[in-house]
């Protein structure tokens, strides 16, 4: 996936407006109200939408058409959930999907957006679908099963598409 093909322009401004309000921030910090802890999910599926041009996907499966969304704050792994009915078939979509890891900064001023393709992440889910299956044919079965892909794999395999430092978009450096 190469920065050409991404909505890079878009995806900030969205950043900056719902997901690092600087002034809503000061206003929080002026009245000792503490910045909440995690952005949901749904704003960094959001935010990889706007980013991608892709639109999401409803039902179980990938987050967006061809594209899995994992967010987690620095130095976090990503976790990855799959339930009793849907789960093969979604492990299976993993590893045929392009993945995107949202690494933010507990105040959200610092994010890192990284991407894997799924081809390149096959063996390790390979690895967890014995795994899988075991927990569905077993007495355990309404349980999720749930795998975590550590950040320094993210880190070593992953291609950075986007970043922001101090708020500020500093690559693309382009833009």
């Known amino acids: 996936m190469s ?5 890079i322009r878009e995806a900030y401004q969205y950043y900056r407006q719902d997901i690092y309000n600087e002034a809503r921030f000061q206003l929080m910090r002026q009245y000792n109200i503490p910045i909440p802890g995690s952005v ?46 849907t789960g093969e078939a979604k492990l299976l979509e993993d590893m045929k999907a392009s993945h995107i890891f949202i690494s933010y900064s507990s105040d959200y001023q610092n994010v890192t957006v990284r991407t894997i393709s799924g081809s390149s992440l096959e063996a390790l889910f390979q690895s967890w679908l014995p795994g899988l299956r075991a927990r569905y044919e077993s007495q355990e079965s309404n349980r999720r099963y749930r795998r975590n892909i550590p950040f320094g794999t993210v880190r070593q395999q992953g291609s950075i598409i986007m970043q922001i430092q101090g708020g500020k978009l500093i690559y693309p450096p382009s833009f």
């Open 40 to 85: 949901s999910h749904r704003l960094w599926q959001l935010f990889g939408a706007i980013l991608t041009g892709k639109m999401g996907r409803s039902g179980p499966g990938l987050d967006l058409q061809d594209y899995e969304v994992k967010s987690s704050t620095e130095g976090g792994s990503f976790e990855y959930q799959y339930h009793l009915n």
């Open 3 to 7: 920065t050409e093909e991404l909505f």
